[in-house]
């Protein structure tokens, strides 16, 4: 049980820091009727490598809360 707590935790932490990062992104002078990504104004920011990072936290929090899910009686 407390595996599937601490990866449920890991992927939310994951997935908002993803969701906020990406909004941010968007909401600033360099876009210019949607001509610009969001992943170049990341890039333009040097924020592509905590982008990759949070994803990564997220991916093993769904990891370990799934294997959280499938032990057996522990």
Known sequence: MKKVILGSFLFLTGF????V??????SNDWTID???STL??????????ALYMFAIIAIIGL??????LLDNGQ
């Open 40 to 49: 170049w104004n990341l890039s333009q920011y040097g924020l592509t490598p």
């Open 34 to 36: 949607g001509q610009h």
């Open 21 to 26: 990062l990406l909004a941010g992104s968007m």
């Open 63 to 68: 990891i370990v809360a799934t294997s959280g």
């Open 16 to 19: 908002l820091s993803i969701a």
